[in-house]
């Protein structure tokens, strides 16, 4: 390597030698002095025909049906460009360098322009991996070629993206006098010492390979797993992390071993959405039961949204706590989240009208009370309604009821107000028991007073 590096600069030195007293014959000037002009314009020259002619041809190849065209042009464009005018003013420097007899700037200038040289491949790989992307993805109008998903594109393109620059860093150190055996020797030993010590790294490393391998889910998928409290639309799949912005809002990091641990489902890829509701009806309803789950039945079979080919069932299922539960299950072709919301809400809308067609109510959770025969409830306003038709009408069959009336309410009264009641007429017995015992009979003296208390 040190021999051919020997070799390639003596033969430049010879070749700007030789130029030097070609200008300098020609023009009476010193070579060292002209030949750098002399690059220096060549440069400006060729830099601004390519600007012309490359940018010309890129906006053709644009509208070209093929998606490799323009970014290679792309890709090629810019870096190009760079490297002449880098190239024009180290070759100036080495002349001038040259003359003034600094020998070890020529082996600098060299290394310094190949290793400069792979920094704009580099830059031209980046440029031309990011517009493959593009075309992958969104190929040209008259493209005949399939649109390649997201994810794929973006496996290929990084995967690319890294062979790329590896190579290039090899040939770097190569360039710097690196020996290769050396580095890979201290890769093996390396490996070793970065797998124990960055061993989540590598974890999510492959765990986002097995990601884009599998395809469990692309760039654009909602997704959300049982497992975890994850939910929401892919954004980004890297090489760590997998981006995923929440319904919520806020965009939420997982990392990518995590999906060779949990259950993922993907809602996006389901071909149905499943409708799946209970309708509880009264229990002195039970004689419509039969009719109405079958017009329920008729209403899903003959419904556009839902799909025939998937089980529809509509089935009286369970006496429950306060109702008799019929069960509705089918499946809508729609898969849009809101789209199925609207179809399922015209669904229960019918079918609250066929109840209602049939003379019967949705049930409501409530309870009946039994009371003792020969207890009731009264009402306000009872005894007074009857007392004032009694008034009224002033007949015995008017007084009988206001008498029943007042009976039905004295008996019914409430619970307090009938024990004081009563309480006062067992004292009022108690007390005439003990004054009939003490007196065996009332005298002429105190038979007013004894009316009186009686």
Not at 172 to 184: D, E, K, P, T
Not at 243 to 262: D, K
Not at 406 to 413: C, D, F, L, V, Y
Request: aromatic residues 8%; charged residues 25%; glycine residues 10%.
């Amino acid at each position: 390597m040190k021999t051919l590096d020997d070799a390639t600069q003596t033969l430049s030195t010879q070749t700007l030698a030789h130029l030097q007293q070609r200008l300098s014959d020609w023009l009476g000037l010193p070579g060292w002095i002209l030949l750098p002009i002399a690059i220096v314009l060549l440069a400006a020259v060729v830099d601004l025909v390519l600007y012309f002619v490359l940018g010309r041809l890129e906006q053709r190849l644009v509208r070209s049906p093929r998606r490799w065209d323009d970014p290679f042009l792309h890709a090629l464009r810019l870096p190009l460009r760079w490297w002449i005018w880098i190239s024009a003013l180290m070759i100036g420097t080495g002349v001038i360098g040259a003359h003034l007899g600094v020998t070890a700037l020529t082996g600098f200038l060299f290394k310094s322009g190949a290793l400069i040289t792979l920094l704009l491949l580099a830059w031209s790989g980046i440029r031309l991996i990011r517009r493959l992307e593009q075309r992958l993805v969104f190929p040209p109008v008259n493209c005949r070629a399939r649109p390649v998903d997201q994810t794929s594109a973006s496996a290929l393109t990084k995967i690319v993206g890294a062979v790329l620059i590896v190579t290039l860093i090899l040939i770097g150190l190569q360039i710097l006098g690196v020996s290769m055996s050396s580095i890979l020797a201290m890769g093996g030993f390396g490996g070793l010492v970065i797998g124990f010590a960055a061993r989540d790294v590598m974890a999510n490393f492959f765990g986002g390979m097995v990601v884009h391998l599998d395809k469990p889910f692309v760039v654009g998928d909602w997704i959300r797993s049982p497992d975890r409290e994850i939910e929401g639309m892919v954004e980004d799949i890297g090489w760590r992390l997998t981006t995923i912005r929440t319904f919520a809002g806020p965009p939420l990091y997982v990392p990518n071993a995590w999906f060779s641990q949990i259950s993922v489902e993907t809602p996006t890829r389901m071909v149905n959405r499943r409708l799946w509701e209970t309708v509880g009806l009264r229990y002195q309803d039970a004689g419509a039961i039969e009719a109405i789950t079958g017009d329920i039945r008729q209403l899903l079979k003959h419904h556009d949204e839902i799909d025939q080919d998937e089980l529809i069932t509509v089935n009286f299922t369970t006496f429950g706590q306060y109702a008799l539960e019929i069960m509705l299950y089918a499946f809508t072709r729609e898969t849009d989240w809101q789209r199925f919301h609207e179809i399922k809400q015209e669904i229960l809308l019918k079918v609250r009208d066929i109840i209602e067609k049939h003379g019967a109510e949705l049930a409501l959770p409530a309870s009946r009370l039994y009371l003792p025969e020969g207890v009731g409830i009264r009402r306000d306003g009872d005894g007074d309604a009857a007392a004032h038709g009694g008034d009224q009408t002033h007949s015995a069959a008017g007084g009988e009821r206001s008498h029943a009336a007042e009976t039905r309410a004295e008996e019914t009264s409430g619970d307090e107000t009938h024990r004081e009641e009563t309480h006062r007429k067992e004292a009022r017995r108690d007390t005439r028991a003990r004054r009939t015992r003490a007196r065996p009979g009332p005298s002429e003296d105190d038979a007013g007073s004894g009316d009186a208390d009686a």
